[in-house]
């Protein structure tokens, strides 16, 4: 065996491992330990080929770890000499520890039945959780019949509807980012938005119209130049399309394409017409929507309010204000709107492919889905739809990211 050896920490490693495998034996743990601090010692710039990494343990007598890697098998390459080793590696050539490594890390152990992939995992750039949607088929567009009993109708864009079939499961971050996050990516890149580039942004005021003010940018996302309380823990706003782009290569994901999104935002909701059922007013609690809190923020505002409905933010509300959906996912609908990665193009509905759809090929538009803090009741629908051109900067417009799975479920 060669000597080039590199040593890798061993502590977070171990906690990985602990957070992975929550039910296992010390034993088992330090198994799992060993294989995947030389996986990491790999990844790091060792040769796929034989080379020793030694893995320095803490707690055990002093000593090295030598552990051999190869080319053999189809899995992961990885191969260890040493009976408890090698079923260490057993474990270690699950497909998900190679999809996940090295931008995030699984949490709470618990793996999805039909994928065997970790059901929650956490990015490590920016610390934001994201849940594992399943593969499947679901409707996706207005149910005509969402019309009737006098309820706001749908666009022609949300037409025909049509059954969409998602053939990869995917990860979705739990809630939208957040300024604290986006700061993150700033600090790491010295990335200048496109607010920051042209001096505006663009802001309702208190007649309700939204209008460009000098200065707004995500640091400053109010008409007098300041910020709302836990500005830390809103979601970004005056973030442009290019923006949310360059955010989430950062992190080493994407957007979510609009099938994605409408189909973590129904939730399994077949059918309904809005998030919480069919009718109005939306129970108490069911997000941050135009409001009455926004009513009395925006007293000239033109926009009619959620009758009967109070949900205490007039702008945007801290994320996870409001309880999540069925699968684990906060403020799909309501707080801001979401950047998607489609383009935007007239019809598309009517000629998309049933399979994954990745939407238009043309123009520089781009699909917002979810509701706002600003919305009217239109816009609640699960199946509303937006437009929003790539450099466009608003108040109530944010983002969350998206990965899909590299193999079929
Ligand atoms: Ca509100």
């Known amino acids: 065996m060669g000597g080039s050896g590199a040593s890798v920490a061993f502590d977070d490693v171990d906690a990985l491992a602990r957070d992975c495998y929550p039910e296992a034996t010390t034993e088992v743990i330090a198994m799992v330990t060993e294989v995947e601090a030389a996986d990491r010692w790999r990844s790091s710039g060792g040769d796929i080929g034989m080379g020793t990494a030694t893995v320095r343990r803490s707690g055990r007598r002093a000593g090295w770890l030598p552990v051999a890697l190869g080319i053999a098998g189809a899995a992961l390459g990885l191969s260890v000499r040493g009976g408890r080793v ?39 750039a920016d610390q934001m959780d994201m849940v594992l949607v399943p593969a499947g088929t679901f409707q996706m567009g207005a149910v005509p019949e969402d019309d009737r009993s006098g309820a706001p109708k749908h666009a022609p864009e949300e037409l025909p509807r049509h059954a969409v079939t998602l053939t990869r499961a995917y990860y979705l971050d739990a809630h939208e980012v957040t300024n604290e996050q986006f700061g993150r990516f700033t600090a790491a890149t010295r990335y200048v938005t496109t607010a920051e580039r042209v001096g505006e942004g663009w ?138 990665a489609d383009r935007f193009e007239r019809g598309y509905y009517g000629r998309s492919p049933p399979s994954d759809p990745l939407g238009g090929e043309r123009g520089s538009a781009r699909v917002t889905r979810g509701s706002s803090w600003g919305d009217v009741v239109q816009g609640l629908r699960l199946s509303s739809r937006k437009v929003n051109a790539p450099t466009n900067v608003l108040d109530d417009l944010g983002f969350r990211c998206a990965k899909t799975l590299d193999a079929p479920p």
Not at 98 to 119: C, I, N, Q, R
């Open 86 to 124: 090698r079923e260490a590696a057993a474990l270690d050539a699950e497909p998900w520890r190679a999809f996940l490594s090295p931008w995030a890390e699984p949490v709470g152990g618990e793996l999805d039945t039909a994928t065997k992939y970790p059901k929650r995992v956490r990015r490590v």
């Open 203 to 340: 802001i309702r005021d208190e007649r309700g119209m939204t209008v460009p003010v000098k200065g707004a940018t995500w640091r400053a996302p109010l008409s007098d130049g300041g910020r709302l309380p836990e500005w830390e823990r809103h979601p970004v706003v005056l973030v442009s399309w290019d923006d949310a782009d360059a955010y989430a290569r950062w992190a080493r994901v994407g957007l979510p394409t609009e099938a994605q999104f409408e189909r973590a935002l129904r939730g399994g909701a077949e059918g309904a017409l809005f998030p919480w059922g069919g009718t109005l007013p939306p129970p108490r609690g069911a997000g941050n929507f135009l409001d009455g809190s926004a009513k009395r923020a925006f007293p000239k505002s033109p926009w009619a309010p959620i009758d009967g409905y109070e949900d205490g933010f007039a702008r945007t509300a801290p994320v996870k204000s409001f309880g999540a959906n069925p699968l684990g996912l906060f403020d799909l609908s309501g707080n801001v709107s979401e950047l998607c």
